[in-house]
C-alpha cells in the first residue's frame, strides 16, 4: 500500500518561531488533507490541498504532486499550535479513503 | 450546530464483552467512517460507509462489527474477538463517497480494557 512518511517526528519551538512540517508519499494521490490533533485528541481539518498553495492565516500549505510531497508552513507560532500535526492522502481510484502518516508531534513553549 | 457526535468519551471493557461505540451525524453526509488511534500513531480504517445499508471492510476490520441503518448513524461493535481493542477511536463523514472530498471528525472515544 500506499507509504506516507512525515518529518520531522517531534519539534519543539519557543513561541514566534517559524517551522515547516514535511510530508512524503508514495504513489499518486487524488487529495491530501493536514490535520491538527489537539491534546484532547480532536482532530481538525487545516487544509485540503492536493495541489498547489494555500493559507489561512498563519497557516500556508504547498503540496507539489508531481515530485509526492506535502508542506505545512507554521509563522510566528503559539503556544495553542502545540499538538500533533497529521497529513493523510488518498491514493488514485481510493474511493476517498484516507492513509495518514504517524505524523509530527509539535510543543510551543513560552 | 451542525457536526459529528461521539459517545461515551471514555469506555471500559471487561474480558470477552462486546461493546457499541456511537457515533452520530447532522450534516447530511452520506459517507461515514471508523478510525482505530494507538498512542503514537496516525489513524488506522476500521470500516467505511458509503451509503445507507451498506459498508465496506478498511485496513483492520476484524475483531470489529459495524451497521448503517440511518443515514446520521453509524455505531461500531467491538467484539470479543478483537484481542487487543484498547485504543482512541474516532469516527468521521463526509459529504460523499466520491474521491477529493474532506472527511471532518468527531471528538472520539477512549476504550479501555479492565
Known amino acids: 500500500g500506499i507509504q506516507v512518511e512525515q518529518s520531522p517526528p517531534d519539534l519543539i519551538l519557543q513561541e514566534g518561531a517559524n517551522s515547516t512540517l514535511r510530508c512524503n508519499f508514495s504513489?499518486?494521490?487524488?487529495?491530501l488533507q493536514w490535520f491538527h490533533q489537539n491534546p484532547w485528541g480532536q482532530l481538525i481539518n487545516l487544509f485540503y490541498?492536493?495541489?498547489g498553495t494555500k493559507q489561512n492565516g498563519r497557516l500556508s500549505a504547498t503540496t507539489v504532486a508531481t515530485e509526492r510531497y506535502s508542506l505545512l508552513y507554521i509563522s510566528s507560532s503559539q503556544t495553542t499550535d502545540s499538538g500533533v500535526y497529521f497529513c493523510?492522502?488518498?491514493?488514485?481510484?481510493?474511493?476517498?479513503?484516507?492513509?495518514f502518516g504517524t505524523g509530527t508531534q509539535l510543543k510551543v513553549e513560552l | 450546530d451542525g457536526g459529528i457526535t461521539q459517545s461515551p468519551k471514555y469506555l471500559f471493557r471487561k474480558e470477552g464483552q462486546n461493546v457499541t461505540l456511537s457515533c452520530e451525524q447532522n450534516l447530511n453526509h452520506d459517507a461515514m467512517y471508523w478510525y482505530r488511534q494507538d498512542p503514537g500513531q496516525g489513524l488506522r480504517l476500521i470500516y467505511y460507509s458509503q451509503i445507507v445499508n451498506d459498508f465496506q471492510k478498511g485496513d483492520i476490520a476484524e475483531g470489529y462489527s459495524v451497521s448503517r441503518e440511518k443515514k446520521e448513524s453509524f455505531p461500531l461493535t467491538v467484539t470479543s474477538a478483537q484481542k487487543n481493542p484498547t485504543a482512541f477511536y474516532l469516527c468521521a463523514s463526509s459529504g460523499t463517497s466520491v474521491s477529493q472530498e474532506t472527511q471532518y471528525f468527531g471528538p472520539g472515544t477512549r476504550l479501555l480494557v479492565l
Open positions: 490541498i492536493p495541489s
Open positions: 493523510a492522502v488518498e491514493l488514485a481510484g481510493g474511493g476517498n479513503k484516507l492513509t
Open positions: 504513489d499518486s494521490v487524488n487529495n
